[in-house]
T-cell receptor, first 115, second 112 residues
Framework: DAGVIQSPRHEVTEMGQEVTLRCKPI?????LFWYRQTMMRGLELLIY????????DSGMPEDRFSAKMPNASFSTLKIQPSEPRDSAVYFC?????????????FGPGTRLTVL | LAKTTQPISMDSYEGQEVNITCSHN???????ITWYQQFPSQGPRFIIQ???TKVTNEVASLFIPADRKSSTLSLPRVSLSDTAVYYC?????????????FGPGTRLSVLP
């Protein structure tokens, strides 16, 4: 298996633009997670899905952020409009079950820079 | 509210054994203890997971005392490539989300 795939790996955009980050989880994994990592706040869980259904989105910072999982092999995280404070590395991870009983497999991340 | 406490940083030399202790005083019955490793510009990677006593794999050992209020990750004979941030997580299988928090981790620097 190729592991969790994220695209793009790097994104530079201007404030106010829409940004869409993409993730393909490992086949057969029922759980998908979106994280954000910054120097100041560390690694934060934004949202996670179980069988394509959002379970906990309490970590989504505000309404400018939205995430979807239209099928088991694809998820998007969208920021509209983007702001400089959204600059961070965004990770997608997948797991066959809740991480208490199993592990998460992280993708390589998307480094987002909002100018 | 953070569920775990671990040292912010540690230094070691090549060939030494490194022990990183994590405190989790409020661990619940259903919680597992999981350690991840993160290299710069990469996502975290699973190292080891345990519930009680001792777990060992090809990479590390995890020691958990009977009260489970702490755990120690042991890396035998570290090399320069073990320089990374190590995260201790305490996970409730029934309630993930904001209850399952990556703290600031321990930044391990292995020196030649």
């Amino acid at each position: 298996d190729a592991g969790v795939i994220q695209s793009p790996r790097h994104e530079v955009t201007e404030m106010g633009q829409e940004v869409t980050l993409r993730c393909k989880p490992i086949s057969g994994h029922d759980y998908l997670f979106w994280y954000r990592q910054t120097m100041m706040r560390g690694l934060e869980l934004l949202i996670y899905f179980n069988n394509n259904v959002p379970i906990d989105d309490s970590g989504m910072p505000e309404d400018r952020f939205s995430a979807k999982m239209p099928n088991a092999s694809f998820s998007t995280l969208k920021i509209q409009p983007s702001e400089p404070r959204d600059s961070a590395v965004y990770f997608c991870a997948s797991s066959p079950r809740l991480p208490g009983a199993d592990t998460q497999y992280f993708g390589p991340g998307t480094r987002l820079t909002v100018l | 509210l953070a569920k775990t406490t671990q040292p912010i940083s540690m230094d070691s030399y090549e060939g030494q054994e490194v022990n990183i202790t994590c405190s989790h005083n409020n661990i619940a019955t259903n919680d597992y203890i999981t350690w991840y490793q993160q290299f710069p510009s990469q996502g975290p990677r699973f190292i080891i997971q345990g519930y009680k006593t001792k777990v060992t794999n090809e990479v590390a050992s995890l020691f958990i005392p009977a009260d489970r209020k702490s755990s120690t990750l042991s890396l035998p004979r570290v090399s320069l490539s073990d320089t990374a941030v190590y995260y201790c997580l305490v996970g409730d299988m029934q309630n993930y989300g904001q209850n399952f928090v990556f703290g600031p981790g321990t930044r391990l620097s292995v020196l030649p």
